[in-house]
């Protein structure tokens, strides 16, 4: 079992010590984080593991992270999260977060692009559905902001020809109703989808009062 055998001061960190375990030094910390340390203790004492073992940790970390990622795309904050969950120390999760993003397996612009595609071009969703889906997976705003405004102009669409996709495809289940029940229920299925009050109405003119407007379209055709 590894050793304090040793805590002198730190040649060239004024205010730090350097903690010496079985003769060798392993780790370099602010005196007053070492106040409770003594030689003779157990190395975990002063809060970290000897450089192999260490290593050893990380990899094993590292190693979990890729396996989570290979089972679906995550977030950089999702992924940490789960790997804490699954009792990862937090400092092997920083290192494994890190490795990850500069071997570019890990790329929140990237994640967040996928997550607004897939509600852009896929089933369709609001903006803001779409802002608080990749907020909810710790996705920082701007990164999700810029990610939406990038697939529409990929795609050359905007928020309101994704709400009267919505509409149309809803209108689908509604086509047993008189016309003001369809309007009514229309605008109350787009509003809780999250789309702002003046795109609703656009939209149900768009689909319902244009002149000789198409029958919704069959997906699944």
């Known amino acids: 079992m ?22 060798v ?16 203790q157990d190395s975990a004492a002063a809060g970290a593991e000897p450089p192999r073992k260490a290593a050893a940790g990380e990899q094993k970390t590292y190693d979990r992270a890729l396996r989570l990622l290979s089972f679906r795309a995550r977030s950089a904050k999702e992924l940490e999260k789960r790997l804490i969950e699954k009792g990862e120390p937090r400092e092997h999760v920083a290192t494994a977060i890190a490795r990850l993003s500069a071997n570019g397996l890990l790329d ?3 994640f967040a692009e996928a997550k ?9 969703r609001s903006r803001r559905r779409i802002e608080q889906d990749l907020a909810r997976k710790g996705v920082a705003r701007d990164v999700a902001e810029a990610a939406i405004r990038r ?24 086509s047993g109703l008189d016309p003001m029940e369809q309007r009514q229920k229309l605008y109350a299925f787009l509003a809780r989808q999250g789309y702002a009050p003046d795109v609703v109405r656009r939209a149900l003119r768009g689909v319902l009062d244009a002149p000789h407007a198409p029958p919704p379209e069959d997906e699944g055709a």
Not at 7 to 16: A, E, L, Y
Not at 116 to 124: E, N, T
Not at 167 to 172: E, I, N
């Open 25 to 40: 030094a392993f780790a370099t910390v602010p005196e007053a984080s070492a106040a409770g340390l003594a030689p003779g």
């Open 108 to 110: 929140d612009a990237r």
């Open 2 to 23: 590894p050793i304090i055998t040793g805590i002198v001061p730190s040649p060239d960190k004024p205010g730090h010590v350097v903690i010496l375990v079985d003769g």
């Open 151 to 174: 697939v529409m102009a990929d795609e050359g669409t905007d928020e309101l020809a994704v709400a009267e996709r919505a509409a149309r495809k809803k209108l689908r289940s509604l």
């Open 116 to 124: 607004a595609r897939s509600g852009i071009v896929g089933k369709p």
